[in-house]
């Protein structure tokens, strides 16, 4: 499950780099937290989740909130 404020903080730090001009770091950025929204609506309901996804959204998740 993903906090409203970090969903919150990251669309706005992508909104921030796109209006100074970074390109790139905002399309690498969104490309992150779109993989992490996906991964995480994937297994919303599972009752299970195998450890290397786990690890992986681990990963994603703190490359996005750096």
């Known amino acids: 499950m993903m906090n409203p404020h970090f969903v919150f903080n990251s669309l706005n730090a992508i909104e921030q780099q796109v209006n100074l001009g970074n390109t790139d770091k905002a399309r690498t950025y969104l490309s992150r937290f779109a993989q992490l929204l996906r991964m995480n609506l994937q297994t919303v309901n599972s009752d299970f989740v195998p450890l290397d996804e786990e690890l992986e959204r681990?990963?994603?998740?703190?490359?996005?909130?750096?």
């Open 58 to 66: 681990i990963k994603l998740y703190l490359e996005t909130e750096k």
